[in-house]
């Protein structure tokens, strides 16, 4: 009951700093909307996100807030579904580098060794490419589709995560209760899952808001450039495509100034989070 109260309290103590970080708490609460948002597109969107109408690039007006695009698509309609897009790029891109690198990293600090060498070998070889280059070759080849877009980035991002987690792994082994635990005669896989991971956990959540923040990023870099989320279906990235022309940028701004607001919002949210979860979680801090 001791250590259960023990863990109770360090979890306040890190919500309580949290919420008196502002800039963090905004962000969460603008974060949550956007989920809510994506969660119940069907009901927020004033029209069908598809449906194609006789007013081509029509200015905002009663019957579309935000105006329509090329082919007379309603955009605040395609700007609430495209979140959907975005968000599941960003959180499952995350997912999936996180599990990578998190399992490298610990079997890597917790091995040492050749173990060690050869994954931290491979983690340079990994980082050495040009990241972006590479995402493009690789999206090419597979094809321009979610699926893909959230396995690249996904497949790519782990390193730093591996990294991370190693060195947090090399000085939590150290510590009496993982020695103690070892003299017990316990498993590998519950030494190092049960005892060492839990305790990683900090600047593996710290990490994984940012890198959510930066796959929204590369995720509309790739639709803008014609490699990401085909049309018809809408992402952020593509409905930016529109402003690839001077006098859509000079004279139409609301072809491409929402979904411009709403990667940034969604990034600077996510990152206010990140920031949050960082100072909380600072041991220096946790007085």
């Keep these: 009951m001791e250590v259960f109260g023990e863990e109770e309290s360090y979890l306040k103590l890190i919500r309580r700093k949290f919420f008196k970080h502002k800039l963090a708490v905004v962000g969460l609460v603008i974060f949550c909307l956007f989920i809510l948002m994506a969660i119940f597109a069907p009901w927020f969107a004033p029209n069908d996100p598809y449906a194609v109408n006789a007013e081509f690039e029509a ?31 960003g959180i499952g891109a ?5 599990a990578i690198g998190t399992v490298l990293g610990a079997v890597a600090g917790y091995f040492g060794k050749w173990v060690d060498m050869v994954i931290m070998r491979l983690t340079d070889v ?14 090419s080849i597979m094809g321009p589709s979610l699926s893909n877009i959230i396995l690249v980035l996904g497949v790519l991002g782990w390193p730093a995560i591996a990294r991370i ?25 519950r030494v190092l899952f049960q005892h060492i991971l839990p305790n990683c956990l900090a600047p593996i959540l710290v990490n994984a808001t940012f890198g959510i923040a930066f796959a929204i990023i590369m995720e509309a870099s790739l639709s803008f450039l014609g490699m990401g989320v ?58």
């Design 165 to 189: 987690v190693r060195g947090s792994v090399l000085s939590i082994k150290e510590m009496d209760y993982v020695k103690a635990g070892v003299a017990l005669g316990y498993s590998t896989p």
């Design 126 to 139: 990994f980082m050495s490419f040009p990241y972006l280059m590479v995402i493009l070759v690789l999206v």
């Design 59 to 89: 200015k905002p007006s009663a019957a579309h807030p935000l105006g329509t695009d090329s082919v007379g698509r309603d955009i605040l309609s395609r700007l609430i579904y495209a979140s959907r897009v975005s968000l599941s790029v």
């Design 94 to 98: 995350v997912a999936i580098y996180v």
């Design 230 to 287: 085909q049309p018809p279906t809408a992402s952020w990235g593509n409905m930016l495509t529109e402003a690839q022309s001077l006098t859509v940028l000079a004279s139409q701004p609301w072809l491409w100034v929402p979904p411009g607001v709403m990667i940034l919002l969604a990034v600077l949210a996510i990152n206010f989070m990140g920031d949050g979860l960082r100072d909380a979680m600072d041991p220096k801090s946790l007085k």
